[in-house]
């Protein structure tokens, strides 16, 4: 999976980066408190990146945006 690849080279570049997976198959209710409404999603805070087709650069972006804003 693509945005699984990319999460792992963010993580080896940051390891303060942490990631939480939720298989919506075995937990719909989890996914569903989560606000998960399509896969893939990922969610920082209240800030969310969803589509059917996400790039890597589209991932990146997101998750370095909220890396550096804290």
């Known amino acids: 999976m693509l ?3 990319v999460l792992k080279k963010l993580t ?3 390891p303060d980066l942490e990631i939480e997976q939720i298989e ?3 937990c719909p209710n989890k ?3 989560a606000g998960v ?3 893939p999603t990922l969610k920082i805070n209240n800030d969310k990146l969803s589509g059917i ?3 890597p650069t589209m991932v ?3 998750i370095l945006k909220h890396l550096f804003a804290r």
């Open 3 to 5: 945005v699984a690849y």
């Open 12 to 14: 080896a570049k940051h």
């Open 24 to 26: 919506v198959i075995t």
């Open 31 to 33: 996914a569903r408190k």
């Open 37 to 39: 409404r399509l896969i």
């Open 53 to 55: 087709i996400l790039t």
């Open 60 to 62: 990146r972006e997101f």
